[in-house]
């Protein structure tokens, strides 16, 4: 299997998790590396808000949910950015979430990261903050060749890594290659 192509970016409420994997996106595409970055928040979907979503293309929640899964399918759904021609999309679309389609099953999502490693140079999966509640997230999570921890120095992004520590240091989530930032610090909370 190919190595260190899947960064995973999980982390609190507002610690800048898609923020940075845009900008991770954007510093790879200038090195001329392909990227695919999936945006698998069905809670709240960013897509709309970055790019327009024409019509004709699927969303992940379609791909996920298919009867069948294939490479060609994925690509014809990923939306490509105009300005960065190293750079394309996956996403849910506005006003979907988990009630749009049916439920995710693991053996899916697996069979879509599978696919998609060899899609790109990089793959970027910005995850869902509620990740239990979102298999895509769950499985990016363990199957991920970097996980990039964000939080917050507040007490609820402290909360939040505090409650998820013990699920997050199960050898399945590999610790070793879990990376752990501060996003968003404000002054004056060092």
């Known amino acids: 299997m190919v190595q260190d192509r899947i960064i995973t ?6 610690s800048g998790k898609t923020t940075a994997s845009l900008k991770m996106a954007l510093e790879l595409a200038t090195g001329k590396k392909n990227v695919i ?10 897509i709309p808000y970055i790019i327009p ?4 293309q699927e969303s992940i929640g379609a791909l996920l949910t298919a ?11 990923c ?4 300005e960065n021609p190293y750079i394309s999309l996956l996403g849910y679309r506005q006003g979907e979430g988990l009630m749009s389609y049916p439920q995710v099953t693991r053996e899916r999502a697996v069979d879509f990261l599978v696919c998609l490693r060899y899609l790109a140079d990089y ?4 995850c869902s903050t509620v990740y239990e509640a979102d298999v895509l997230s769950m499985v990016a999570m363990e199957l991920a ?8 120095s507040s007490m609820k992004g402290i909360s939040y890594f505090e409650s998820h520590s013990q699920m997050l240091s199960d050898s399945r989530y590999h610790p070793e290659r ?9 002054e004056g909370q060092e």
Do not use: A, H, Y
Not at 37 to 46: I, K, N, Q, S
Not at 145 to 152: Q, V, Y
Not at 178 to 186: A, D, E, P, S, V
């Open 9 to 14: 970016v999980m982390g609190s409420p507002g």
């Open 37 to 46: 970055l999936v945006f698998c928040d069905p809670f709240t979907p960013v």
């Open 53 to 56: 979503l024409p019509e004709e």
């Open 67 to 77: 009867p069948v899964l294939t490479q060609k399918m994925i690509l014809d759904s």
């Open 79 to 82: 939306i490509p950015v105009k």
């Open 123 to 126: 793959i970027i999966i910005d």
């Open 145 to 152: 060749d970097s996980l990039i921890k964000l939080g917050t």
């Open 178 to 186: 879990q990376l752990m930032f501060i996003g968003n610090l404000r």
